[in-house]
């Protein structure tokens, strides 16, 4: 078994060998609940998705979401804006890690750093002319690995394209709501 930046090479090359030979093996379906807990406080859990149209069970995750004091939460988390800086990095994390090690490169440190703009006169509804959410996020990866310059730019390259938070957020995602009084 070769293990490259602690993946099974062997096991990511079977995943790749499967969806490509049958692409139904592709088709996720994952989801989340999230639960008003009080003021500006929340409580999402995630556990159980679907592969193929089958249950995978999985253990219960809860994320806790609040404001910080200056707008009027009590920090008891990170507020939702900040789970998505949290939520690219864990998938810029996973993207990196995976196609370096399909390409045979180790990766001995990798770290994100994040920064995003808002201006909250979108989200108070007090400005027709300033988003809601963020106006700009700016993103720093640093790295070191067994590569040239020339193959992590490369591999940089590839992430990009192959992402799928940095393409959530780069390009519009059809996001459909219900509403149910209860």
């Known amino acids: 078994m070769t293990r490259t930046n602690g993946l099974d090479v062997d096991e990511l090359e079977s995943l790749i060998e499967g969806v490509s ?11 989340a609940e999230t639960e008003w807990t009080g003021g500006f406080a929340s409580e999402t859990r995630i556990s159980d998705f679907e592969q193929n149209e089958t249950t995978i069970e999985s253990p219960e995750f809860t994320v806790t ?19 998505l800086l949290a939520a690219i990095g864990s998938c810029l994390s996973v993207t990196y890690a995976g196609h370096a090690a399909a390409k045979g490169i180790e990766i001995d440190d990798m770290r994100f750093e994040f920064e995003g703009d808002i201006d909250l006169r979108g989200f108070l509804g007090l400005s027709d002319e300033v988003r809601a959410g963020y106006e700009e996020i700016r993103a720093t990866t640093h790295i070191d690995a067994d590569a040239s310059d020339e193959e992590l730019e490369a591999l940089h390259e590839e992430v990009l394209e192959t992402s799928p938070l940095y393409d959530n957020v780069t390009n519009q995602v059809s996001l459909e709501f219900d509403l149910d009084f209860e």
């Open 21 to 31: 030979a049958e692409s139904e093996q592709a088709s996720f379906t994952f989801r």
């Open 65 to 83: 979401g609040d404001e910080p004091a200056a707008l009027l939460g009590e920090r008891t988390g990170p507020n939702a804006v900040e789970h």
